[in-house]
């Protein structure tokens, strides 16, 4: 059974720094994509960053470039999205969601966790 389970949100000041952690199970986390959404109240969700555990590729959505980093601890199945630079317009509930290639649909998400930024 596919398990995603995000910790790390909070709240932050603007400016501010998280870091969001999605420990993954139930399938082999080498051989797929792990990708970090978001919705925000009244908002699509949207996608923000995405990483290729096999071959370390990265992506990332045009709105948080240069202040997001994905990354990955393979022997522990973790993926992190390291946020600096917060913005109230991050505020937001993220997923995580595996697993998958970057750029296509997933089945599995985990619950969510919640960051709020003030101004």
């Known amino acids: 059974e596919v398990q995603l389970v995000e910790s790390g949100g909070g709240l932050v000041q603007a400016g501010g720094s998280l870091r969001l952690s999605c420990a993954a199970s139930?399938?082999?986390?080498?051989?797929?994509?792990i990708g970090w959404f978001r919705r925000a109240p009244g908002k699509e969700r949207e996608g923000v960053s995405c990483?290729?555990?096999?071959?370390?590729?990265?992506y990332y959505a045009d709105s948080v470039k240069g202040r997001f980093t994905i990354s990955t601890e393979n022997p522990k199945n973790t993926v992190y999205l390291q946020m600096n630079s917060l913005k109230p317009e991050d505020t937001a509930v993220y997923y995580c969601?595996?697993?998958?290639?970057?750029?296509?649909?997933?089945?599995?998400w985990g619950q969510g966790t919640q960051v709020t930024v003030s101004s």
């Open positions: 969601a595996a697993p998958g290639y970057c750029g296509y649909e997933y089945k599995y």
């Open positions: 139930g399938f082999t986390f080498d051989d797929y994509a």
């Open positions: 990483i290729s555990a096999k071959d370390g590729r990265t």
